[in-house]
Each structure stands twice: as structure tokens, then as C-alpha cells.
């Protein structure tokens, strides 16, 4: 199970840090994504991290200003948002997969709404 928080209503160029916590005893083997989907349009990869942290990946829209993290000790994974801007506008959610499965077979946590206001 898979629990997002930390979005809010924000000003153009401020930074916000959304978490997601999940249950289960072999997170650290999960492959770590964050999407989003802004109303109208189809949900988007944002920024991902590797089982063991070592590798991210970031969307080229958000490439410099967003960035994943994790904790494997405590079942945690982090989306740093910085500068953000309108069309960063849309509910964020947090997937987990191995690494041999597509996203659409993974687990999603409910969204967390981020809305960014100029």
C-alpha cells in the first residue's frame, strides 16, 4: 500500500516536498516512480529512483527542478519540487514496480493535488 502527502496550493517559485509511504517488508526491491496527471491530459512520468537510490530519473520537463529520494529504512520515498511553476499543476502519485515490470503492473497510491498559482 502505497500513501502520498505533502501537496498543497503554492506560489509560482516555491518548492514543495511530497512524500509517499509504503507498507510492506521488501520495499527496498521496488523501483520507485512519481507521476502526475494535470486535469484534461493523460498521467505523465515525473521522476523515478532505483531499488538501491543509486539512479534517478527525471522527465525533461521537470529535469533541474525535481528530484526523487528514498529511505529505505523507513519505507519512504520523496519528490523534491522546486521552482515550481503553473503547468506544474496536477495530482501527484507515487508507483512502485520491479524492475522487470511495466508501470501498469505495479502498486499506485491515491494522488496528492498540487496546484501552483502565479
Known amino acids: 500500500q502505497l500513501q502520498a502527502s505533502g501537496g498543497g496550493l503554492v506560489q509560482a517559485g516555491s518548492s514543495l516536498r511530497l512524500s509517499c509511504a509504503v507498507s510492506?517488508?521488501?520495499?527496498?526491491?521496488?523501483?520507485m516512480g512519481w507521476f502526475r496527471q494535470a486535469p484534461g491530459k493523460e498521467r505523465e512520468f515525473v521522476a523515478g529512483i532505483s531499488s538501491g537510490g543509486n539512479s534517478l530519473f527525471s522527465a525533461d520537463s521537470v529535469k533541474g527542478r525535481f528530484a526523487a529520494s528514498r529511505d529505505n529504512a523507513k519505507n519512504m520515498v520523496s519528490l523534491q519540487m522546486n521552482n515550481l511553476n503553473p503547468e506544474d499543476t496536477a495530482v501527484y502519485y507515487c508507483a512502485a514496480k520491479r524492475i522487470t515490470w511495466e508501470w501498469s503492473s505495479g502498486f499506485w497510491g491515491q494522488g496528492t493535488l498540487v496546484t501552483v498559482f502565479s
Open positions: 510492506g517488508r521488501t520495499f527496498s526491491s521496488y523501483f
